[in-house]
Nanobody, 125 residues
């Protein structure tokens, strides 16, 4: 059974940093596309970042490019999202997701097969 568990969320002031982690178990995640999405109240779930573990290729939403970095830690079987220069508009529940096929659209939530329960990120102004 594939399980994804996020951690690292919290409250931070604008301009600060947080590092989110996703602990993955129950699958061969090196062959998956791993993604981070976020959802704010009243908003659609939106793409943040993704990585193809087998080739290390990364993708970012324009809104976070240059501020966020997605990476994997094979020793701990985790995917992390380093978030720098945080803005109030980054406030959301952040979700880790896994897609079985890298050919799917990395930005589309419906193309991901497994999801974590989410972790809250709140950025104050």
């Amino acid at each position: 059974q594939v399980q994804l568990v996020e951690s690292g969320g919290g409250l931070v002031q604008a301009g600060g940093s947080l590092r989110l982690s996703c602990a993955a178990s129950g699958g061969a995640f090196s062959s998956y596309r791993m993604g981070w999405f976020r959802q704010a109240p009243g908003k659609e779930r939106e793409f943040v970042a993704a990585v193809r573990w087998n080739v290390g290729r990364t993708y970012y939403a324009d809104s976070v490019k240059g501020r966020f970095t997605i990476s994997g830690d094979n020793a701990k079987n985790t995917v992390s999202l380093q978030m720098n220069s945080l803005k109030p508009e980054d406030t959301a529940v952040y979700y880790c997701a896994a897609a079985l096929y890298s050919g799917t659209y990395y930005w589309r939530p419906s193309d991901y097969d497994y999801w974590g329960q989410g972790t809250q990120v709140t950025v104050s102004s």
